[in-house]
């Protein structure tokens, strides 16, 4: 059976950092492609960080570029999304899943107030 787990959202001030991890049991995450995807109220989800089996090539949105980072431990089965320089924008449930959205954790929520 496939889980995902996130956690590590919290509520900060813009300009602040918070780091989200996401354990996976059951799958591989090093050897699929995963992805972090957000949804704030009223707007559709969007895939926001992506990276691809080895963890060599990452892929992200515009409006992160530069301030998110994501990455992955093979050996802890973990996929991390580094958040700096944090917007009120930014504000969203966060949720950890695979690239092609079969699996899906239950979502870790960000609050950035300005």
């Known amino acids: 059976q496939v889980q995902l787990v996130e956690s590590g959202g919290d509520s900060v001030q813009a300009g602040g950092s918070l780091r989200l991890s996401c354990a996976a049991s059951?799958?591989?995450?090093?050897?699929?492609?995963m992805g972090w995807f957000r949804q704030a109220p009223g707007k559709e989800r969007e895939g926001v960080a992506f990276?691809?089996?080895?963890?060599?090539?990452?892929v992200y949105i515009d409006s992160v570029k530069g301030r998110f980072t994501i990455s992955q431990d093979s050996a802890k089965n973990m996929v991390y999304l580094w958040m700096n320089s944090l917007k009120p924008e930014d504000t969203a449930m966060y949720y950890c899943?695979?690239?092609?959205?079969?699996?899906w954790g239950q979502g870790t929520q960000v609050t950035v107030s300005s």
């Open positions: 899943a695979s690239c092609d959205k079969a699996w």
């Open positions: 990276i691809y089996p080895g963890g060599t090539t990452t």
């Open positions: 059951g799958y591989r995450t090093s050897r699929n492609c």
